[in-house]
């Protein structure tokens, strides 16, 4: 039983992200996410209590993995370089293969109320965190140009949010392609300017 009741709250959360991302936040009815989560809808008060809850949760769970599961790659080597490479690789392919919910997390943060987006907001800095962490390593390390930890992170994570909007199954370049080009592109553009000796560690960009 109370797998079937975990299992059912994840189908609303699915169908609330789905729902949210196309009518947005405030014109979406628990009627209606009832009916797509295939439940009565007096049946959706047994799983939250309110819709506020539901938007919460659905960003919660999200920053929640982002956080534990980059944590744990990152965790994988002391390379700033790799680290790198993990970054953007995960970014964009958590963005791609979870959209709705991803899209929902960054385009409905002014509906939650304000502890609830205090929680969220503290959940989004530690993700932003392990960005600036890599790129901070990477300036100590392999003497990366890097003025501003926050900004280069934040324009780091933009670049791979940014994919989802364009990105096609069945288009020239894979989610790996894609994300090693992105991850070039931000550590050539941060090498010294100096560094263009053949066997120069910095230069393995």
């Not at 939250?48 to 999200?62: A, G, R, V």
């Not at 939650?112 to 300036?139: C, H, P, T």
Request: glycine residues 6%; charged residues 25%.
């Amino acid at each position: 039983m109370a797998d079937d009741k975990a299992s059912r709250k994840q189908i609303i959360l699915k169908e609330a992200a789905r729902l949210f991302r196309e009518k947005g936040y405030i014109a979406s009815n628990l009627r209606e996410l009832a009916r797509r989560a295939g439940i009565q809808g007096g049946s959706l008060y047994h799983h939250f209590d309110s819709k506020q809850e539901i938007l919460f949760q659905l960003m919660d769970n999200t920053m929640t993995d982002m956080v534990t599961s980059l944590s744990t790659l990152l965790a994988e080597t002391t390379d700033p370089e790799e680290q790198l490479r993990q970054l953007m690789r995960f970014h964009i392919s958590y963005t791609i293969c979870g959209p709705d919910e991803t899209y929902i997390t960054d385009d409905e943060l002014r509906n939650l109320n304000a502890d609830n987006y205090l929680q969220i907001i503290a959940k989004r800095d530690a993700y932003q965190k392990l960005f600036e962490e890599v790129f901070l390593s990477g300036s100590q390390q392999q003497g990366w140009l890097v003025v501003d930890h926050k900004l280069i992170a934040r324009a780091a994570i933009q670049m791979g949010t940014g994919v989802a909007s364009w990105y096609q199954p069945d288009g020239p370049m894979s989610i790996d392609q894609i994300s090693e080009y992105y991850a070039d592109l931000l550590c050539k553009g941060l090498l010294p300017r100096n560094s263009d000796q053949p066997n120069s560690r910095k230069n393995r960009c």
